[in-house]
């Protein structure tokens, strides 16, 4: 089993900044690869950013890259989400996920193992 624990969101203003953690607890591995999806109102759950976990390659949506940054603490088994000049449109639920057996469809949902709860964030105009 695989836990992940969130933290960091909030209601911001838009062109403001918000830092997402989730770290990660449970059963050892050692290939792997993290990501974050977002989920708004109404709306499927979509790929936001992933990062592999031992080369450090990153993967980004087309609507935040440039924005967002995606990095790890290998040492905390924690992985960060840094959003800057954030927008009305990024309101969301943020979730942290756990692919175990890294393919090339990073940005597909059914290919990650284990969620976090999920996080709120919320740009206001």
């Known amino acids: 089993q695989v836990q992940l624990v969130e933290s960091g969101g909030g209601l911001v203003q838009a062109g403001g900044s918000l830092r997402l953690s989730c770290t990660a607890a449970?059963?050892?591995?050692?290939?792997?690869?993290m990501g974050w999806f977002r989920q708004g109102p109404g709306k499927e759950r979509e790929f936001v950013a992933a990062?592999?976990?031992?080369?450090?390659?990153?993967y980004y949506a087309d609507s935040v890259k440039g924005r967002f940054t995606i990095s790890r603490d290998n040492a905390k088994n924690t992985v960060y989400l840094q959003m800057d000049s954030l927008k009305p449109e990024d309101t969301a639920v943020y979730y942290c996920?756990?692919?175990?057996?890294?393919?090339?469809?990073?940005?597909?949902?059914?290919?990650?193992?284990?969620w976090g709860q999920g996080t709120q964030v919320t740009v206001s105009s």
């Open positions: 449970g059963r050892t591995f050692t290939r792997f690869r």
């Open positions: 990062i592999s976990w031992t080369s450090g390659a990153t």
């Open positions: 996920a756990v692919d175990l057996d890294p393919g090339p469809n990073y940005s597909s949902r059914w290919q990650y193992d284990y």
